[in-house]
T-cell receptor, first 114, second 117 residues
Framework: GDSVTQMEGPVTLSEEAFLTINCTYT??????LFWYVQYPGEGLQLLLK?????DKGSNKGFEATYRKETTSFHLEKGSVQVSDSAVYFC?????????????FGKGTLLTVNP | GAGVSQSPRYKVAKRGQDVALRCDPI?????LFWYQQALGQGPEFLTY????????KSGLPSDRFFAERPEGSVSTLKIQRTQQEDSAVYLC???????????????FGPGTRLLVL
């Protein structure tokens, strides 16, 4: 079945450091790929997405490129801020009938220190 | 417009009690999903509705779990005879199919945190 593997946390960085959170997936067909973020005390929010190979999703300085050859969707940001501290979830969505249910990774806790 | 809302936000139940969790999706969204998020884990799919039809309930962990969406808008997830292993955050998400690709972005509610004692 479908699965998502993301790097285990926690990840602790200083402000303005470079961020990479690795994500790889296993799925048949052509899934869509997502990064969701969960800030402390809040619900899941879509951060960015990509729907086909070589697409790059971007938002709030974060980027991720859909690499079909390596089945990866790594999240990057050039300069993190304290406000980026949150749990980040990589996910995929694949059509099964009319259902596009999401399959999530376990999440990576990011803490950014001033 | 308003986002997905869920109630209650927190629920404490004694083992064996029945609970009902409510989800109000974004107005006009056809698709509605329920997920279960255990502590320190990613959300896991429970069930899916398209309008009032429950098209996939493959993720429901036991027959104690039941979901409905009778009028194609509000949905209720019911857990009968709760057990301690049911303690988790229950997330609801809604989406509307893209007319161009059919691919959907799911919008999540804040979740209901259930604690079974």
């Amino acid at each position: 079945g479908d699965s998502v593997t993301q790097m285990e946390g926690p990840v602790t960085l200083s402000e303005e450091a470079f961020l990479t959170i690795n994500c790889t997936y296993t799925a048949t067909g052509y899934p869509s790929l997502f990064w969701y973020v969960q800030y402390p005390g809040e619900g899941l929010q879509l951060l960015l997405k990509a729907t086909k190979a070589d697409d790059k999703g971007s938002n709030k300085g974060f980027e991720a490129t859909y690499r079909k050859e390596t089945t990866s969707f790594h999240l990057e940001k050039g300069s993190v801020q304290v406000s980026d501290s949150a749990v980040y979830f990589c996910a995929l969505s694949r059509q099964s009938g009319s259902n596009y249910k999401l399959t999530f990774g376990k999440g990576t806790l990011l803490t950014v220190n001033p | 417009g308003a986002g997905v809302s869920q109630s209650p936000r927190y629920k404490v139940a004694k083992r064996g009690q029945d609970v009902a969790l409510r989800c109000d999706p974004i107005s006009g969204h056809v698709s509605l999903f329920w997920y279960q998020q255990a502590l320190g884990q990613g959300p896991e799919f429970l069930t899916y509705f398209q309008n009032e039809a429950q098209l996939d309930k493959s993720g429901l962990p036991s027959d104690r779990f039941f979901a409905e969406r009778p009028e194609g808008s509000v949905s209720t997830l019911k857990i009968q005879r709760t057990q301690q292993e049911d303690s988790a955050v229950y997330l609801c998400a809604s989406s509307s199919p893209s007319l161009t690709s059919g691919r959907e972005t799911q919008y999540f509610g804040p979740g209901t945190r259930l604690l079974v004692l």
